[in-house]
């Protein structure tokens, strides 16, 4: 049997496997971007806006920082069993200048990351649910 390739998250990127963007908003007054989409006021204090575009992120940064997650984490994240550590990343996307955390790739971890490196998002599977392999954006070293 065939299974879906689906959103884990519905709505928070695109399904472009070989090119996929988170999806965000862009203040149309101040022009600030955020990520997961703001639907409700700005949250640039100097600015009264509660109107927002929605806009395809950059797919590229730069590390500012990672860690690694050697714990299991608790519900409802869902883990591989047995629960295989994995690092994280904080990127600094290279046109917005905002920092999104994302996993990294499985087999990257953080001896293979410095402050500084170029990263790209890409889709990665999550789990698998019944006839569904749900996708997450992870950060992947270019
Ligand atoms: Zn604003």
Redesign the pocket.
């Known amino acids: 049997m065939s299974k879906t390739t689906v959103p884990a998250i519905a709505g928070w990127y695109t399904m472009d496997a070989g090119n996929p963007h988170l999806i965000g908003t862009r ?6 971007y955020f990520f997961p989409k703001l639907t409700t006021y ?3 204090p100097a ?3 509660d109107e927002f575009e929605e806009v395809q992120l950059s797919n590229r940064g730069h590390v500012w920082s990672y860690t690694n997650a050697s714990y299991k984490p608790p519900e409802p994240f869902i883990a591989a069993d047995p629960f295989v550590p994995y690092a994280i990343a904080a990127v600094r996307l290279d046109h917005e200048k905002m920092i999104v955390l994302g996993q990294v790739v499985e087999g990257i971890g953080v001896e293979n990351l410095k402050v500084g490196q170029e990263m790209r998002l890409v889709l990665e599977t999550l789990h698998e649910d019944g006839d569904q392999t749900k996708v997450i954006w992870k950060w992947k070293p270019v």
């Not at 203040?27 to 600030?32: F, L, P, R």
Request: neutral net charge.
């Open positions: 203040c149309k007054e101040c022009g600030s700005c949250r640039n600015c009264d806006s």
